[in-house]
């Protein structure tokens, strides 16, 4: 290029600086951009699917890894798949009787929907048998299922209730402990008694109060078993934690919220003697706080929880997902909490509604002894109190009163630890595992509503997105995900269909640098294979990996060094037309460096495409001073990805032969979109104009459009009208009509008499004062003279009265009549004759 003379680039879009950025900061995450985005079709190796005819809602999965199966609830039908092929190995079907679903439909429920048998909870019960329960057309039922053949017991159904919602849709959870189930649904057909329950096993059946403090409109997403009595001091009882949102009772009535929480029951809870029979003693719950203060966020709506379990029970943690809007705008959140902050919330002061003040406030009166809700430990045996039966009554009645604790939940570091925009996070699963380094990583595997999986990486004060995946085609939301840690396989179910994933696809990654930056804990870059492996096992003398850091200084061989010579791709244009280079980055986090023979161009001047890893130089109306070599490099974190060399030809005059088209020709084609819809816009405008023009000329000729047509409201005489009408609707009508004269001048021309036209089958009565204007307007109608017909009702009717050349004699002066009567009154502005009545 002519020094001096500057290359003439547009910038059509510039690139965004959240793009740019490589690893989200903890008040950064806000703006977290996954590094990789696979797309559904560049899947297709890597994933396998599942789906069974026409059975649909794939939603309850469960792995059996001993076995090697995951056994998939739907709706009427349950599968046992093998779990690395997802081949089916066995089918039930579990319909909903006829009889049922027509029972169903009788109570108003949708046959479409609603009455039909959703398999929603299953798990094992035992070694030879799995506990299943379904909706069964609103009119729930559970059964077992026999491992060895796969087949339902029809005679040993339960009822269902309490185990399982009616309502296919409304949330619930369950996990069985010791042949016992825990399950929190709603226990009743309208879904307003929510309740949480046990029962199965050999102790009595426990429930909670139906008291909207206790639950109030509950959404259950999730439970927990923890073994707390584990290895305990105190000799403390093992407990079950249930995860949910509900309506909270502790604001005023004008500031209604809904609210995160947490709640738990011993396991060996058995009711009290006289209060609270039969009922949980135990049952305490507290809210789960995720809030982003920097962006004033406040997260509520508890869409997920999953419980990562530690090797001791104190390093249990929850990470729970939640949606809120912010505006118009759906934002996720992932926060993350520790077991012990619970039990703190749980061992802190109640809550209770004052009377006076009628509202909830913290407790500071002295406490009952034993303390309620609490456990049976070795102090309540050696104080007398060996089990919650010999609880006294007044430490029973305030557990009753106080179930809500007065102290929040935090999330550990205070904040998410993941925020996402425009996105609906569903359901989430959480690995360990080791780095090269030895350091235990936690990474984060998050369905969203639109069918993809976000894949991020814990680096302890941040988060990295290293890839999102498009698991589903068309977009259906990802309604469970079931981690099968051995294998290192993912299971994601939907209403269509089951997908096993890879955890990681680790040959993905084409090069050391790529490799190295993806940050991915499962994969590191094998210098003997020159290729990106899993580390499962291997000796890591030969790999290379750093993910705290992503410093790729010990890929030894540069990637441009290893690409050898660039073979330039050539491009001839014609003088005058845009010239569209584009360069493919490999990660949305790169960016793309362009030189023109051996000259830097700014980087801000290239465009990005609807595709982030896309960027695409242009250059409009390329001229003979733009033929030379350009070479565009991507580049993330200083380390190079790749590179790629053009070598363009501008052809003077505008007849030359293109002999090579410049990369993405669908850039051209929109070009040549907009041109057409442009001259298409052209040609619109000027067809608007011409008929303006032919309007204006029309309503030049409103008197001759008043002279053939007018539509006045009149009352009709009551006896044959003049010869010199005729009128179908007079002629039929048998009735004595009215003296004449009293519609007509004495020269024979009709009067102007405002008012209501009578109805064919009304009397005298049914006509109205007559309005203070005419409301009628022209219009165009045949030039002969017509009456009727007239519209039966007590409302304003009109007729039509069309005066044409043919009818002059008769009626020779009725024109100039009604011309000099309509310029006598002024017509109402919002007046409009009904169609029905001319």
Known sequence: MAPGRPLALALLLALTTAAATAVT?????WSAVPRRTVLYAELRDAAKRFSHGGVSHYLTLMLDEAEGLLYVGAREALFALATGTVELKAVISW?????????????????????FNYVRFLQSYNSSHLYACGTYAFQPKCTYIELSGFTLDQVAFEDGKGKCPYDPTKGHTGLIVDGELYSATFNNFLGTEPVILRNLGPHYSMKTE???SWLNEPHFVASAFVQESSGSSTGDDDKVYFFFSERAVEYDCYAEQVVARVARVCKGDVGGA????????TFLKARLVCSAPEQQLHFNRLQAVFTLPGAEWQETTFFGVFQAHWGDVDVSAICRYHILEVKKAFEGPY????????RWGRYSDEVPSPRPGACITDWHRQNGFASSLELPDNTLNFAKKHPLMDEPVPPQRGRPLLLKKDSNFTQLVVDRVAGLDGTIYEVLFIGTGDGWVHKALDLGTSIHLVEELQVFEPAQPVESLVLARRKKLLFAGSRFQVA??????????QSCTDCVLARDPYCAWSRNGSTCVRIDGQNGSHLVQDVLSSDTGACSVPQAAKQGPLTPKNVTVVAGTDLVLTCRLGSNLARAQWTFEGRALPAEQALVLSDARLRALVVPGAGAQHSGTYRCLAEEQGAPLGTQEYQVTVLA??????EARAPLESLGVVWVLAVCLGALCLVLLLAVLSLWRRLREELGKGTKAIESTLVYPIELPKEPPSPRFVSSAASDSDEKLWDPSSYYYSDGSLKIVPGHATCRNGGPGTAASPPAAIPGQPLHSPTRIHLGPLRGSSSNGYIRLALGAEERPPCADLAEELRRKLQQRQPLPDSNPEESSV
């Open 25 to 29: 900061a903890p008040g950064a995450s």
């Open 95 to 115: 319909e909903a009787p006829v009889e049922k679903k027509a029972e169903c439909v009788q109570k108003g429920k949708n046959n479409q929907t609603d009455c």
């Open 210 to 212: 139906y008291l909207t």
């Open 274 to 281: 006289r209060t609270l029979q039969k009922k949980w003693t």
């Open 351 to 358: 809550k209770e509604y004052r009377e006076q003040a009628q």
């Open 500 to 509: 096993q994933l890879p955890l990681a696809d680790c040959g993905r990654y």
């Open 653 to 658: 005059g505008p007849g030359a032969p293109l």
